[in-house]
C-alpha cells in the first residue's frame, strides 16, 4: 500500500519497490531487537513503555493526510526512505514487535503455555494477507479506502495490544524460588546463534534466489511472486505448528533432488513454462521444510525466544543484501 502511494512520486522508479522492502526487513530486525531488550532489561517498565510506544503510534496513524509532493531530492533512495521513515516507521516499527512480545508475555502469564505456536499462526495471519490483497482487496477498493480501513485497523490493534499488556502485566507469573541456571559457554553461545542464522538465511535467500529466477528468467506473468512467497510462508506454518510433518530422514533424501531440480530450471529452463514453475515450487517447498524443521526442532525455551526471532530476522536482512 505504501509503495503503491509512493510511486507516482517518483516517477515511477524500480527503486522505490526496492527500498521499501529493505526499509521495512530493517525495521523489522529493530522490532524484534527492541522486544529482546524490553523483555530482557527493562523488566517491570516494559509494560508501560510499551503502551505508550502504541498510544503515540495509533496517534501519528489517525494524523495521517494524502501525500501530494515528493520530498524534494533528486535521489529516489533516500527521498523513499525519509517518508517511509515519517509516515509509516514507528506504527510498522512497534507493530513487528508485537509477535515476540506477545509470545514471551504469554510464556510469562501461563506455565507450560507454547508461545512458538503463536508465531506459525503470524504466519498464517501473512498468508491469508498475501493471498487476498492482490485478489480481493486491491481489486475491490481503491487506495484511499485501503488507508482508512488500515488505520481503523491500526487503532484497534493499539487498543487491544495495550489492554493485552496490562492483563500481561497482572497476571506475570514469577517464580518464588530462582530457577537453577544452566551454564553455557559463550562459545555455545556463538554456535546456537549461528546455526539458527544460517538455516533461517539459506530459506531466505533460495526464495528470494527463485523468486527472482521464476519472474525474470521463467515466466515474467503477473503475480507470480506471490507463489514462492506463499510456499516460504507456509513452511514456517507447517513446521511450528505441526513439527510431527517434518521427518528429518525422509527430507535429508529429498532435499539433494529437490536443490539439483531448482538449478536445472532456473538456469537450463523447460520447453513448457507450467513444469518449470512446479518443479521449483516443489523444489523450493522441499527445502524451505528442511531449513525450518531443522530450525523448528533447535528452537529454545520460552525465556529466550526473543534471541531467537532476532537471529531469524537478522538472516533474512543479510539474505536480501547479499542477494542485491
Aim: charged residues 10%; positive net charge.
Amino acid at each position: 500500500m505504501i509503495g503503491k502511494e509512493l510511486l507516482p512520486l517518483f516517477g515511477g522508479a524500480a527503486g522505490v519497490w526496492a527500498t521499501c522492502v529493505v526499509f521495512f526487513q530493517c525495521l523489522l530486525l529493530l522490532g524484534y531487537l527492541y522486544a529482546h531488550v524490553s523483555t530482557r532489561f527493562l523488566g517491570k517498565l516494559q509494560f508501560p513503555t510499551h503502551i505508550l510506544l502504541l498510544s503515540v503510534s495509533a496517534m501519528l496513524i489517525l494524523s495521517f493526510g494524502k501525500l501530494e509532493n515528493s520530498p524534494g531530492t533528486a535521489d529516489p533512495v533516500y527521498g523513499c526512505f525519509v517518508m517511509l521513515a515519517r509516515r509509516i516507521g514507528l506504527p510498522y516499527f512497534v507493530l513487528s514487535s508485537t509477535s515476540p512480545l506477545v509470545q514471551a508475555w504469554f510464556a510469562r502469564t501461563t506455565r507450560g503455555g507454547i508461545p512458538y505456536r503463536l508465531f506459525a499462526l503470524s504466519n498464517l495471519g501473512s498468508l491469508l494477507a498475501l493471498l487476498a490483497y492482490p485478489f480481493a482487496v486491491e481489486r475491490f477498493m481503491d487506495l484511499s479506502l485501503q488507508f482508512y480501513l488500515w488505520r481503523a485497523g491500526y487503532f484497534t490493534f493499539a487498543i487491544v495490544s495495550g489492554s493485552f499488556a496490562v492483563w500481561a502485566y497482572c497476571n506475570r507469573v514469577e517464580s518464588k524460588r530462582p530457577a537453577a541456571k544452566i551454564v553455557v559457554s559463550s562459545a555455545e553461545n556463538w554456535r546456537r546463534n549461528f546455526t539458527w542464522i544460517a538455516l533461517a538465511g539459506c530459506s531466505s535467500a533460495l526464495f528470494l534466489g527463485v523468486t527472482t529466477a521464476l519472474c525474470q528468467n521463467i515466466a515474467p506473468v503477473p503475480l507470480l511472486w506471490v507463489a514462492p512467497l506463499a510456499v516460504y510462508l507456509l513452511s514456517f506454518v507447517l513446521c511450528f505448528d505441526h513439527e510431527n510433518l517434518f521427518k528429518p530422514a525422509l527430507y535429508r533424501v529429498l532435499l539433494p533432488p529437490s536443490l539439483f531440480a531448482l538449478l536445472w530450471f532456473t538456469s537450463v529452463g523447460s520447453g513448457r513454462i507450467w513444469v518449470a514453475i512446479s518443479a521449483c515450487m516443489l523444489g523450493l517447498f522441499i527445502a524451505c521444510m528442511f531449513c525450518h524443521g531443522q530450525l523448528s526442532a533447535l528452537k529454545p525455551a520460552s525465556e529466550n525466544l526473543t534471541s531467537f526471532y532476532l537471529c531469524v530476522s537478522l538472516a533474512v536482512l543479510l539474505a536480501e543484501f547479499s542477494l542485491d
